[in-house]
T-cell receptor, first 113, second 109 residues
């Protein structure tokens, strides 16, 4: 199946730091990628839809100025958590759609101290 | 009401048992339905798509009832390796996926 990678796999940072997470589709082109967040014992929550060459579409309650998304090419989307705080600590997962299936990256664990 | 509801479990079953998970969804306009499997601290992986006609993949059978807005997953002859969280996922017209909170399955030796 299609492969989606994420980097880094985990990040520990101090409060106030900005953190960039990369999501790549390795063997297919994805005009649309999705960013999710999952807190412990909760379901994945869609944060935003990343569209290649245009602005991302954010879900209600997600601050677009805090979670910056750039989808500069057909194989790369980045999520930057600006001025991260402890409450931003979570498991961030991206996905890319190929035909009818969404393939998920391995996720990035963010811990903000 | 949550858009996708599942019994969180845990379901503790012995090896070889048959176990069934249920899921309901609230948006009657939903167009696609899936079961994903998520292992601890890992990303979700597609287990199977769910169709109105029902579909089977080895020991796994999925059913969709659009009238009742209900999805099910049946696992026969459970293996230890089936232990995971099973996520009911519903998709709409915009390709967005809505995830249930998952049902935890623990298969005991």
């Amino acid at each position: 199946g299609a492969v989606v990678s994420q980097h880094p796999s985990w990040v520990i940072c101090k409060s106030g730091t900005s953190v960039k997470i990369e999501c790549r589709s390795l063997d297919f082109q994805a005009t649309t990628m999705f960013w999710y967040r999952q807190f412990p014992k909760q379901s994945l929550m869609l944060m935003a839809t990343s569209n290649e060459g245009s602005k991302a579409t954010y879900e209600q309650g997600v601050e677009k100025d805090k979670f910056l998304i750039n989808h500069a090419s057909l194989t790369l989307s980045t999520l930057t958590v600006t001025s991260a705080h402890p409450e931003d600590s979570s498991f961030y997962i991206c996905s890319a759609r190929q035909k009818e299936t969404q393939y998920f990256g391995p996720g990035t664990r963010l811990l903000v101290l | 009401r949550k858009e996708v509801e599942q019994d969180p479990g845990p379901f503790n079953v012995p090896e070889g048992a048959t176990v069934a998970f249920n899921c309901t969804y609230s948006n009657s306009a939903s167009q696609s339905f899936f079961w994903y499997r998520q292992d601890c601290r890992k990303e979700p992986k597609l287990l199977m798509s769910v169709y109105s006609s029902g579909n089977e993949d080895g020991r796994f059978t999925a059913q969709l009832n659009r009238a009742s807005q209900y999805i099910s997953l049946l696992i026969r002859d459970s293996k230890l390796s089936d232990s995971a969280t099973y996520l009911c996922v519903v998709g709409g017209a915009t390709n967005k996926l809505i995830f249930g909170t998952g049902t935890l399955l623990a298969v005991q030796p």
